[in-house]
Structures are given as structure tokens and as C-alpha cells.
């Protein structure tokens, strides 16, 4: 049996599309490097911006909850940490998120582009050291088996599902 890795993917920013990588380098016990290194939280957020911790993944605005985010992709530079905000292909905003203003930028976007309601504007947060914004405290690697996904089309959704769908890092096939 040849498995295959079919696609990389991490999520600089929780809630928000994948951004594909070509290769990456992985340490022993560590998520990949940016994964949900930050978040969009709302106001009923249980983080305190100015000292973030793990949380749960109700204090972040989410897919599951948050639809419209799904009309948004993203793309990330390591290096330079520019988020790009794409929108039907075309970039709506960018900016920075290691500096305070280019966050700004990009809550401001948001915040336009969001529904107004209860949970108020949404404000990006940073990650402490080597925490990730994931679903789980530990730091993790997330495996997606395309076949299994194929079986619960088939059995159980009758209907096709984007892998990602579940937010994984590694997308495989063959297994």
C-alpha cells in the first residue's frame, strides 16, 4: 500500500481558509509552524487579548457558526507575516499580523464584512510561544484520510464534502 500526502495545509489564522504549502518542516511534538498561530475572537471571548491562553473553540469565531467566512481565502507569508484576504479570488485586505497596525487592518475588514450583532467586532489575538489556537491544548498534527472521507460521502452524507472541511494539515491517500 503507497500512501501519499495530497495536500499541506496549515491555518495562520483560525477560522479562516487553508493556506497550502509545498513542503513543510516538522520538530517532534510540535503543530506546524504559523497553525492557528492566531485568532479571530468576538466579544463574549473568554481571552483577554492583552495575555491570550488556550481557550476553547467558542470564544473564536468559527465556520461551524460563522458561514460567511467560507466566501474568504487566505494566504500567508512566514516571513514577512502578511495575511492576504482574497474574496472571490481577489485580494479585499492585508496586512501584517505581527504588528498591532496591520491587525487593525485586518479587523477593520472584518468587522465590514461580518454580520453586526450581539458578539461585537471581531478582534485578531496572537498565540503565546507555542501555543496553537486548535481545537485541543496539546500541539498537533491533524492527518486527513481522503479515503475515509470517500466512505462518509458514500455511507452517510450522499453528498460531496471539501476536505477541508475539517481543517486538516495533512490530506492522504492510499491509506
Given at each position: 500500500?503507497?500512501?501519499e ?5 496549515r491555518y ?9 504549502l509545498?513542503?513543510?518542516d ?13 485568532g ?11 495575555a491570550p ?9 468559527m ?10 481565502g ?13 474574496r ?9 499580523l ?23 467586532n ?14 485541543v491544548?496539546?500541539?498537533?498534527v ?17 453528498q460531496?464534502?471539501h ?9 492522504i491517500?492510499?491509506?
Amino acid at each position: 500500500m503507497m500512501i501519499e500526502i495530497k495536500e499541506i495545509c496549515r491555518y495562520p489564522v483560525k477560522g479562516l481558509a487553508a493556506d497550502t504549502l509545498e513542503t513543510v518542516d516538522l520538530e517532534m511534538g510540535e503543530c506546524l509552524p504559523y497553525d492557528r498561530k492566531w485568532g479571530i475572537i468576538h466579544a463574549a471571548s473568554k481571552i483577554d487579548p492583552a495575555a491570550p491562553r488556550w481557550v476553547g473553540k467558542a470564544n473564536f469565531l468559527m465556520l461551524a457558526r460563522d458561514e460567511k467566512l467560507g466566501q474568504l481565502g487566505a494566504s500567508f507569508d512566514a516571513e514577512s507575516k502578511i495575511l492576504t484576504i482574497t474574496r472571490k479570488g481577489r485580494p479585499v485586505s492585508k496586512g501584517n499580523l505581527g504588528d498591532p497596525m496591520g491587525r487593525t487592518l485586518l479587523q477593520t475588514f472584518l468587522a465590514g464584512f461580518m454580520p453586526s450583532g450581539s458578539r461585537g467586532n471581531p478582534r485578531i489575538v496572537e498565540a503565546p510561544g507555542k501555543i496553537s489556537f486548535s481545537d485541543v491544548p496539546e500541539r498537533v498534527v491533524s492527518i486527513i484520510n481522503l479515503a475515509s472521507l470517500r466512505d462518509l460521502e458514500t455511507r452517510v452524507i450522499r453528498q460531496p464534502v471539501h476536505p477541508h472541511r475539517f481543517r486538516g494539515n495533512f490530506y492522504i491517500d492510499g491509506a
